[in-house]
């Protein structure tokens, strides 16, 4: 991040408005209530995709570090929560602490070597020790190779909950990424918070100011993966499966994708995001490869003219903080 | 016949040189994403779609039009260089205020849409390119077999990316280029017209990615997701090198094609992973990479 002129289009309010406190209501009453109306495996999907980019949304609207490898803490975690569950037979929710720790772990690695540099280098950094460990995961016996982890266990959470029953499962990971998504809310408006936003808004000020960026940085970072190890563990239980496409480059690229169009910087834009996004794959699917071309298209689109975001957007013609 | 290290010396100098073969194609990419860096301050995540496109249309050029690999040569990054222009001129003209990580995400969003087309129309399973009748064969050197084109595609590379260098180090028109990437109001204030420079610069960069496809059309198949996965080894490549220095793109790409290599040959497993790992190796050492200075 050079000059402030330069910096993304980003909003500076604080988020603790009560629009915010509406918006939530409305999401969690939305979300209540969708499971009797629309198919609860595909809100599922969604709400782990959702959590996955509220995860990234954390770091490149936040701290301003685009991270172009996130796959490799959602695709990871969601193969050790899987491995856990299936081969060691462990309960469904130690199963994911499992995973989103495993995340942790490889945040603090990767993200310690990607904040020696700045800007685009910590870009290509990411992604490149995304690729590595996608290397990895395609060779190691652990993760089963081209075939994946299939048919893991859901279990029974805590031994009560029967989460073989969808409609159970969906309480529970609804409950989760309500819980992670107020978290990261805690986050963004603590004093830790504040320093992220000033790290990124001018980085040697907060240097000359006497923070230690790199620490912050780095326990965002971890941070980050952490919670997107969260939605791969959910992810791996939900679709009973951890397989290459969780780990490809691709997956990194689709999460940049769904916080683009909903709004960098925004509370509630990833969670739009990633709704539309895994909405327009589901209704595109017959048309094979041009899925690509149009969320290429999307993109393109997006950085031309649609910087905002539709959440960013929105907020900023109700001139309220979403 | 002889041994080293207990290796078979066909294999080794086999694989050293499919190492040199890689190394010239990591040399000639990341040589561009340097010139268009310095430029234009754009990571070109497009690069490896452009590598792939000019595979695509010397296949194309053979298939519909019957022109043979040495028109490729000369046409392809010519042609697949103006679709560079035309993409600067539409797009990256607007991003240039704004901050880098637009120019990442556009230029990502550019490369998934080529790469979706291109799947459409010819699937993802490759095509053949035969290579070109004169290169065909090859001679024996007494320790190794030394096929024709790829001892071609060595030399050419080679003399391809001194060129590059010596035109922007030691001409002219290489000085003016070098001073607007340090200061581009000063050099308009001269009477140069800096946004066209800007503009050809990229169709530059874009021409030699395409010049590489031509190249490796004949050595892997022609397909469309040949550019995607090398382009973040590339990447890797840049990390290593730094973007800073010409000869240390040049320099850099060719060395990590001989280590890569050479690890198919005494460490197979980590022959995917070796370029990455000295990344991190590298950014422990040296975070500025090998050629770089401070970020």
């Known amino acids: 991040m050079q000059s402030a002129a330069e910096a993304p289009v980003m909003p500076v309010r604080r988020e603790t408005t009560p629009s915010v406190g509406v918006a939530f209501a409305a999401m969690v009453a939305l979300l209540a209530a969708a499971p009797f109306v629309v198919y609860p495996i595909f809100l599922m999907k969604a ?5 996955f980019a509220c995860a990234f949304n954390l770091l490149i609207g936040y701290v301003g570090l685009v991270s172009f490898g996130h796959a490799l803490y959602f695709g990871w975690a969601s193969y050790l929560c899987a ?4 081969s060691w037979g462990m309960e469904p929710g130690l199963a994911v602490i499992v995973g989103t720790a495993t995340a942790a772990v490889l945040g603090v690695i990767a ?71 107020v978290f990261i809310y805690r986050i963004i408006n603590s004093p830790f918070g504040e320093v992220l936003k000033a790290i990124r808004e001018n980085e040697q000020r907060a240097i ?23 939605a791969g563990s959910l992810k791996a239980l939900v679709f009973q499966l951890a397989s290459l496409t969780d780990v490809h480059w691709t997956m990194s690229g689709e999460v940049v994708l ?3 169009v909903g709004g ?17 794959e589901n209704y595109l699917a017959p048309f094979g490869q041009w899925v690509l071309v149009i969320q290429g298209a999307i993109f393109v689109v997006c950085v031309l003219v649609f910087r905002r975001g539709i959440v960013g957007e929105l907020a900023n013609r109700l001139r309220v903080a979403l | 016949m002889f041994e080293i290290f207990g ?82 001129r539409l797009f990256l003209k607007r991003l240039q205020k704004l901050d880098h990580l637009y120019g990442l995400i556009l230029t990502f969003g550019l490369a998934l849409i080529i790469e979706g087309l291109f799947r459409n129309y010819y699937g993802s399973s490759g095509q053949p390119y035969a290579m070109p009748e004169s290169l065909r064969g090859g001679r024996n050197l007494g320790f190794m077999f030394l096929p024709n084109y790829r001892a071609w595609v060595i030399v050419f590379s080679l003399t391809v990316c001194l060129a590059t260098w010596f035109a922007i180090e030691r001409t002219r028109l290489g000085s003016y280029l070098r001073a607007a990437t340090e200061n581009p109001t000063l050099v308009r204030a001269f009477g ?52 800073g220095s010409i000869m240390g793109a040049i320099i850099t790409g060719f060395v990590l094609g001989i280590v890569e290599g050479l690890t198919k040959v005494f460490f197979p497993e980590a022959s995917s992973t070796v370029i990455f790992v000295i990344m991190v190796i590298v950014l422990l050492i040296r975070p500025a990479g090998m050629f770089g200075r401070s970020a």
């Open chain 1, 258 to 260: 769904m916080t683009l």
């Open chain 1, 208 to 230: 000359s100011l006497g923070y230690q960026t790199d620490r912050y940085k780095l326990v965002a970072f971890v941070l980050s993966a952490a919670l997107a190890g969260l």
């Open chain 1, 111 to 181: 993200g310690s070597i990607a904040i020696r540099r700045q800007g685009i280098y910590f870009a290509m950094i990411t992604l490149a020790l995304a690729q590595m460990m996608y290397f990895f995961a395609l060779r190691a016996p652990l993760t089963s190779g081209e075939d994946g982890i299939q048919a893991v266990p859901r279990g029974r959470l805590f031994g009560v909950f029967d989460l073989t029953d969808d409609m159970t499962m969906y309480g529970v990971v609804l409950v989760v990424v309500l819980a992670a998504f």
């Open chain 2, 192 to 243: 140069i017209n800096v946004p066209r420079m800007v503009t050809l610069t990229y169709g530059f960069g874009v021409g030699l990615a395409a010049l590489a496809g031509v190249m490796a059309a004949p050595i892997y198949n022609v397909s469309p997701q040949m550019g995607s996965d090398l382009i973040i080894v590339v990447f890797a490549v840049v990390v290593i090198g730094g973007m």
């Open chain 2, 7 to 88: 290796i078979p010396s066909q294999a080794l100098f086999g694989q050293l040189l499919l190492g040199l073969i890689n190394g010239s194609f990591y040399a000639l990419l990341s040589l561009g994403l340097a010139v268009i860096f310095g430029m234009l301050n754009i990571i070109n995540f497009t690069h490896g779609a452009q590598y792939m496109m000019g595979a695509f249309v010397a296949y194309m050029l053979l298939q519909y039009l019957g022109l043979n690999y040495w028109a490729a040569l000369v046409i392809v990054p010519i042609l697949v260089g103006a679709t560079g222009i035309a993409i600067e």
């Open chain 1, 47 to 51: 709400l782990c995709f959702a959590l």
């Open chain 1, 264 to 280: 960098l910087g925004t509370l509630f834009g990833p969670v739009v995001g990633a709704f539309l996004i895994i909405a327009m």
């Open chain 1, 83 to 86: 491995y856990a569950a299936k």
